[in-house]
C-alpha cells in the first residue's frame, strides 16, 4: 500500500474534527465539546483569543467573524477534515465560515433541527444557554425555516449554570446543573407535550442528555451527536463479520 500526504502544511495526521472553542475558563467536564475525552477519536482545538460567550451570545459582535473564519483556516491547514465549534450561537457565522474553508464546516448544534423534526413529524424543543437571545437569525443560517415547528426554552433560569458559564468563577456544580437541566426539560414537556424530541443548542449541556432522557423518555440531540455522526462520515470503516 502506497500512502499520500493530504497537505503539505500537515505536520501529523488522525484528527478529523477541528473545533473552534470560546475565550472562556471554567471546568469543562467529560461530555463538553470543550473535553478531548467526551470522544472515542481525536480531535484538535482552536481557541480563539477574545472571542467570549458575552460577546458572541449577548453582543453579536460581527467583529468576532475575522478571527473565527483565521482559527477555521488554521484548522484547514492542520489537516482537519471537518469544522465545528463549542457554541451553538456560532450559528450567526455558519455561512461566511463555511465559505472561508474548503472542508465541511457545521457550526451549530441547531443544524440537527431540520432532520430531527423529519424523522419525528413533531415540534422540536430546544434547550438554549440563553432561550431570550436565540434569535431568528441564529435559525435561518442553521437551515430551521418557519415551517418547522419549535419551542426555544432557555437555562438562563438556574443559577447554577448561570453562576459556572456566564460568571465564571472556575466552579461548576455539576449535580445543581443536572437538577436544573431535568427541570427545565421536564417543563418543556409538561408544557408541550406535542414535542418529539429534545436539542441542546448549548455545548455544555451534552453531558445531561442521559439524564433528561431518562426524565422525559424523549430522544435527546445535542452537539456531540452530531460531531459522532460527522465523524463517521469522514473515517469510514470497512465491515467485518459473517454471511
Not at 437555562?155 to 456566564?166: D, L
Request: glycine share 8%; proline share 6%.
Amino acid at each position: 500500500m502506497i500512502y499520500r500526504s493530504r497537505l503539505k502544511s500537515q505536520s501529523w495526521a488522525g484528527e478529523t474534527i477541528g473545533i473552534i472553542v470560546l475565550d472562556c475558563h471554567y471546568p469543562y467536564i467529560p461530555g463538553n465539546v470543550a473535553n478531548a475525552t467526551t470522544y472515542d477519536f481525536p480531535v484538535r482545538y482552536a481557541a480563539v483569543s477574545g472571542a467570549t460567550s458575552d460577546r458572541l451570545i449577548f453582543d453579536r459582535d460581527p467583529a468576532m467573524l475575522a478571527p473565527f473564519i483565521e482559527a477555521a483556516q488554521q484548522l484547514e491547514a492542520d489537516g482537519v477534515k471537518a469544522i465545528t465549534s463549542g457554541c451553538g450561537f456560532m450559528a450567526l457565522f455558519q455561512k461566511e465560515i463555511a465559505a472561508a474553508v474548503s472542508i465541511p464546516v457545521f457550526l451549530s448544534s441547531l443544524l440537527q433541527v431540520p432532520f430531527i423534526h423529519q424523522i419525528t413529524g413533531k415540534k422540536v424543543g430546544i434547550i438554549s444557554a440563553s432561550g431570550k437571545d436565540l434569535s431568528p437569525a441564529h435559525l435561518e443560517n442553521t437551515g430551521i425555516s418557519d415551517a418547522i415547528p419549535l419551542v426555544v426554552v432557555g437555562m438562563e433560569g438556574n443559577r447554577a449554570f448561570t453562576q459556572a458559564i456566564f460568571e465564571a468563577d472556575g466552579t461548576l456544580d455539576d449535580d445543581a446543573i443536572r437538577e436544573g437541566v431535568v427541570e427545565v426539560a421536564l417543563k418543556l414537556q409538561s408544557d408541550h407535550p406535542d414535542i418529539g424530541a429534545i436539542l441542546f443548542e448549548c455545548s455544555d449541556l451534552p453531558p445531561y442528555a442521559h439524564a433528561v432522557q431518562a426524565a422525559t423518555g424523549l430522544p435527546v440531540f445535542d452537539f456531540i451527536t452530531m460531531i459522532k455522526h460527522v465523524h463517521t462520515t469522514l473515517a469510514c470503516r470497512p465491515y467485518v463479520g459473517l454471511i
